[in-house]
């Protein structure tokens, strides 16, 4: 059982933060930008979840973005651990998960109209809310991209972040068609 009774330490207060395993590392360190990334990716997601748990109309996709949630803590959790062997034995995400969302993609999008133009960020709360999250994804997998090219490692992240940076995207067309709201298009 996890207990956290105290919330500061001021061991940060010089500029530097613990990873798991026992290192400090400077709190501007790219390993610290991209599990701060995910954190703000997962906050920005409860938001969409509170939202639409007001409005039935979206509950389908409630539990997709629950467990999506408990994987970016598992993926935070992950990148915050440097020794391979520590991680081993945590959760993490994998192929399976990939295809998972993948999947999802594949149903929400299955009766969307095709895009004849770019779409704006838009078409209600629900939809506004994953957009915005789409782009916390896109910059949280820039990120890691550039933690992988330094150690090679945390390919599967890469992977299930650009995934999920999909995924957010049908999920944003999908809400606001469920709300019968136009999608803004794009005039050039």
Request: with cysteine; hydrophobic share 35%; charged share 20%.
């Amino acid at each position: 059982m996890i207990r956290i009774n105290r919330v500061y330490t001021k061991t940060g207060d010089n500029g530097s933060t613990g990873l798991i395993g026992g290192d400090r590392v400077s709190k501007d360190h790219i390993r610290i930008e991209c599990y701060g990334a995910v954190d703000e990716l997962n906050a920005s997601l409860g938001l969409v979840v509170t939202q639409a748990q007001h409005n039935n109309i979206h509950k389908d996709l409630i539990p997709i973005l629950l467990t999506t949630q408990n994987q970016l803590f598992n993926i935070g959790a992950e990148l915050a651990t440097p020794d391979r062997k520590r991680r081993e034995n945590m959760p993490c995400v994998n192929a399976k998960d990939i295809n998972d969302l993948e999947s999802h993609i594949d149903h929400f999008n299955e009766n969307l109209p095709d895009l004849t133009s770019f779409i704006l960020p838009g078409g209600g709360f629900v939809s506004s809310y994953l957009h915005l999250s789409r782009t916390i994804c896109r910059r949280t997998e820039r990120l890691t991209v550039t933690l992988h090219n330094k150690t090679h490692e945390h390919k599967t992240i890469v992977e299930y972040l650009n995934r999920l940076s999909d995924a957010l995207f049908v999920f944003g067309r999908w809400a606001s068609h469920q709300e019968n709201l136009p999608e803004p298009l794009w005039v050039p």
